[in-house]
């Protein structure tokens, strides 16, 4: 990861976190009597409110030299054609402007043949037969990613480019998608190190073994399929933009749904065994911050299930519930949030687990990959639905999450009832 990356994260993360704080700080501001822990909070907030206000100023000038530093360094400069060259990001950027998956779509329907930056796009990444730029599947608009600063190291780094399939519960966690050419994949990762011990001079330094980890990627396709009326194959603004916005939500979805069940798996090796409580939620979560994955714990974002954030929505600290917040506002509060997933199972309903739903943390950046391939399948079926008028268009994309260092991502869950 390059030194303006590293920049650019930690000022997502530091936007991330004021998203989180300005609706909390108008809550507060409108009310009429607020309590003494009420005007506390809210000088919490302002006072972190101001200091992130001003490492953001710090980072913006910081971000927009390494980017002049980068632009004159030969290390950058000449980077080879790929998904991560300045000049391959430019030609994606023509290519969607030009409706290049609605002329791709004219063209093996019979129409015209391939041109300007569509077809330099395709020759880019060696497109064949029924392949298609990965990248021209992206949505007219994407959300921006919800990133955090990596707090450790030691896990390959790549270069990133905008995600083209947005995923908003991945993006939370701190899983971006890669874009990759066609090949294997592998990710290479240091073992955790513990620090050396300092030494005496002349008594010989301190020594640790260092353990290096290779894993291949096994890829999996990913398949979405759309129907188009023969009669909006004219309009190429139409086709073009309707077959990207179905295709992309569709994918997108199987791809996110891998990434939260490989994430949280079979959930902790032993389940709690007493119903949570306002008390025992917050023990969670500072159970997390260890000083290492997370300093904090607003390092540490939490994806539970919909049960589970209902259960939390009404646990307050006192059993009549007269509190001025819940579990859930707090969690919120002194975390990096806490976001449902409709992808997180439902609660277990017998055995050890009965009654308790799984859920996952994500605590720094570094700890996965999420590899999108940069060709995709796109296969024109003008003959299935040809009575209905309608011709039948099939997409696979190639991708595979992997898990580099399972620490970054621990496995937690919630016991709802006794």
Same mark, same amino acid.
């Given at each position: 990861m390059t030194p303006r990356q590293r920049l650019e994260l930690r000022a997502s993360e530091i936007s991330q976190r004021q998203s989180q704080l300005r609706p909390e700080l108008q809550r507060l501001g409108a009310l009429d009597s607020p309590s003494a822990e009420e005007r506390s909070l809210m000088t919490d907030h302002l006072a972190e409110m101001g200091r992130l206000d001003t490492e953001l100023a710090d980072l913006e000038p910081r971000i927009r030299a390494a980017r002049y530093g980068e632009a004159a360094d030969p290390d950058f400069a000449d980077l080879p054609a790929g998904p991560e060259h300045r000049e391959f990001d430019r030609l994606i950027a023509r290519a969607r402007s030009e409706y290049g998956l609605g002329r791709i779509i004219q063209h093996r329907l019979g129409g015209s043949e391939l041109e300007g930056a569509t077809l330099e796009l395709c020759q880019a990444i060696g497109a064949e037969d029924n392949q298609i730029p990965t990248a021209l599947l992206a949505a007219r608009e994407r959300a921006a990613a919800s990133v955090t600063a990596p707090t450790n190291v030691g896990v390959e780094a790549r270069p990133l480019i905008a995600p083209v399939f947005p995923m908003p519960v991945a993006d939370f966690l701190g899983v971006m998608p890669i874009s990759v050419p066609a090949g294997e994949q592998a990710v290479n990762v240091v073992a955790d190190l513990d620090p050396i011990d300092a030494t005496a001079e002349g008594?010989? =330094?301190?020594?640790? =073994?260092?353990?290096?980890?290779?894993?291949?990627?096994?890829?999996?396709s990913y398949r979405a399929s759309g129907t188009l009326n023969r009669g909006d194959i004219a309009s190429l603004a139409t086709l073009d933009a309707g077959i990207r916005d179905t295709l992309n939500s569709l994918v997108a979805a199987g791809i996110e749904k891998d990434v939260v069940t490989d994430l949280i798996g079979t959930g902790p090796t032993a389940p709690d065994s007493a119903e949570i409580t306002f008390a025992t939620a917050k023990s969670k979560?500072?159970?997390?911050?260890?000083?290492?994955?997370?300093?904090? =714990?607003?390092?540490?974002?939490?994806?539970?299930?919909? +049960?589970?954030? +209902?259960?939390?929505a009404g646990l307050y600290r006192t059993t009549n519930g007269a509190d001025t917040s819940n579990a859930l506002e707090e969690l919120e509060r002194i975390s990096g949030?806490?976001?449902?997933? =409709?992808?997180v199972p439902a609660a277990a309903t017998s055995g050890a687990r009965d009654k308790t739903q799984e859920a996952v943390a994500a605590r720094g950046m570094d700890g996965a990959r999420l590899f999108v391939w940069d060709q995709s399948t796109l296969i024109v079926d003008p003959y299935s639905l040809a009575s209905d008028s309608q011709i039948k268009l099939t997409v696979v994309t190639v991708a595979d999450?992997?898990? +580099?260092?399972?620490?970054?991502?621990?496995?937690?869950?919630?016991?709802?009832? +006794?």
């Open positions: 008594t010989g =330094a301190g020594n640790q =073994a260092i353990t290096f980890s290779s894993s291949l990627g096994e890829p999996e979560l500072y159970g997390l911050v260890d000083g290492k994955y997370a300093g904090r =714990a607003s390092d540490v974002r939490l994806v539970v299930g919909s +049960a589970t954030l +209902a259960k939390l949030g806490v976001m449902v997933s =409709a992808n999450f992997m898990i +580099a260092r399972r620490s970054n991502f621990p496995q937690l869950n919630f016991k709802l009832s +006794a």
